[in-house]
């Protein structure tokens, strides 16, 4: 009997110490499972049920991809002292609404190029010109082309600086009044070429639908260049 007791203990032991020993665990990657494997019982570990894990980066909401529309409005403002006639004498009034639309193109994470129709509105001006009652207004639009220059501020959130020239025309009408029935209505066009530079700021809203606020400024339109303050929406496809 005493042997039989330190047989069985003696297997005891064994089965302990053969479930306590060190064991490796296998991770190949063709493996369907991996394995433990040691002198003790093997375990096989199946994972094939595990949800699997997708961690994926997304772009600023503010990002541009690649083709893109805006449209939008503000204030102009022409800094002019009325018409082109030196003997004008009277009020001008040159702030107006500005609207413009275009589209444009993300060519890197950080420059774009656009180009746009825009109608910063007209000056108008009321007073006299060699003694005459003079009413009349000068109306402005054009196109415009510039590259856009981006850096991020946050995730959603961009400073931009745009160059580029602005092509325009315009129209200077005028209706004078000599208070003796004598009435002269004239009218004159002109055109160029103009620098175009701006700076602004740009929110992504959703992932395809962005603001932009921006002051823009065109020199030699009105006697000290032609400012606009735009709010636009932008549509990213």
């Not at 003790?40 to 994926?56: E, H, K, Q, R």
């Not at 702030?95 to 193109?105: H, K, L, P, Y």
């Not at 003694?131 to 639009?141: F, H, L, P, Q, R």
């Not at 004159?188 to 395809?208: H, Q």
């Amino acid at each position: 009997l005493p042997r039989l007791q330190a047989a069985a203990c003696t297997a005891a032991l064994v089965a302990i110490v053969g479930c306590a020993a060190p064991r490796s665990l296998s991770l190949a990657p063709n493996d369907p499972a991996p394995s433990v494997a040691g002198s003790g019982p093997s375990v096989d570990l199946d994972y094939s049920a595990a949800p699997a894990v997708n961690i994926a980066v997304q772009e600023p909401a503010s990002a541009l991809h690649g083709l893109y529309f805006f449209v939008g409005g503000g204030s102009s403002n022409f800094g002019a002292s009325g018409p082109q006639n030196a003997t004008f004498n009277g009020t001008v009034d040159d702030t107006d609404s500005v609207f413009e639309a275009g589209v444009g193109f993300a060519v890197l994470d950080f420059l774009a190029l656009e180009a746009g129709y825009c109608d910063p509105g007209k000056l108008t001006f009321d007073g006299t010109t060699s003694g005459n009652d003079a009413t009349g207004s000068i109306d402005v639009d054009g196109f415009e082309v510039a590259a856009v220059g981006r850096y991020p501020l946050g995730p959603s959130v961009d400073a931009e600086a745009r160059l580029g020239a602005f092509f325009w025309d315009g129209t200077e009408t005028m209706h004078e009044d000599d208070g003796k029935g004598g009435i002269t209505n004239t009218s004159s066009d002109d055109d160029g070429v103009d620098l175009l530079y701006g700076l602004g700021l740009r929110a992504g809203l959703t992932p395809n639908i962005g603001g932009r606020i921006e002051w823009v400024h065109v020199a030699d339109v009105g006697a000290d260049g032609l400012d606009s303050f735009i709010v636009q929406i932008i549509y990213s496809l």
